[in-house]
């Protein structure tokens, strides 16, 4: 199994760009869900799934779109670049029993200029 | 909501020391994870507590969960270089099935 992987690795925007980062796992893991982590702020919780075609929000939703299509693939999409979201960005997936292992991404670190 | 505060933010040791490190919830925990991370890279899944009293152990590494659910401690025992990197507890709040928030993270740093 690959586990949980990311795309790209690396990315620099100019402000008002969008742009989608891809996430995708391959354990069957109805959980899925995204993260930011700014310093000093630890991580939080951007959107999350519970399954195709189901997401909800997280703590800090705005200025994100996701879907979930697949149980596969969880892309986020970044509507109009703004310098407020560069961080790294972490994807997660888990099966749906919380007392499973929370399994994360390599994460893709975002600038936006 | 669940907060959770982790102590202290940052840990300066020996290598060979011992060190601790906590994370307080503001309410009761119904499952503690345990992650590390080393600088530029994810989240490595350390250990999960469920149960009030748990105990649990990986190599040097001890996490406890405390009676009341509401404190976990995590002790590294004999410190290594390699064990240097962002510890970071995170919980599933109460009510929810899904949820996993995190504490800020507890940055250690082990001097040869």
């Known amino acids: 199994n690959a586990g949980v992987t990311q795309t790209p690795k690396f990315q620099v925007l100019k402000t008002g760009q969008s742009m989608t980062l891809q996430c995708a796992q391959d354990?069957?893991?109805?959980?899925m869900s995204w993260y930011r982590q700014d310093p000093g702020m630890g991580l939080r919780l951007i959107h999350y799934?519970?399954?195709?075609?189901?997401?909800d929000q997280g703590e800090v939703p705005n200025g994100y779109n996701v879907s979930r299509s697949t149980t596969e693939d969880f892309p986020l999409r970044l509507l109009s670049a703004a310098p407020s979201q560069t961080s790294v960005y972490f994807c997660?997936?888990?099966?749906?029993?919380?007392?499973?292992?929370?399994?994360f991404g390599p994460g893709t670190r975002l600038t936006v200029t | 909501s669940q907060e959770l505060e982790q102590s202290p933010q940052s840990l300066i040791v020996q290598e060979g020391k011992n060190l601790t490190i906590n994370c307080t919830s503001s309410k009761t925990l119904y499952g503690l994870y345990w992650y590390k991370q080393k600088y530029g890279e994810g989240l490595i899944f350390l250990m999960m507590?469920?149960?009030?009293?748990e105990e649990k152990s990986h190599e040097k590494i001890t996490a406890k969960l405390d009676e009341k659910k509401q404190q976990s401690s995590l002790h590294i025992t004999a410190s290594q270089p390699s064990h240097a990197g962002i510890y970071l507890c995170g919980a599933v709040p109460p009510g929810s099935n899904y949820k996993l928030t995190f504490g800020k993270g507890t940055l250690l740093t082990v001097n040869p």
């Open positions: 507590l469920q149960k009030g009293g």
């Open positions: 354990m069957n893991h109805e959980y």
């Open positions: 997660a997936s888990r099966r749906k029993d919380s007392s499973y292992e929370q399994y």
């Open positions: 799934s519970v399954g195709a075609g189901i997401t």
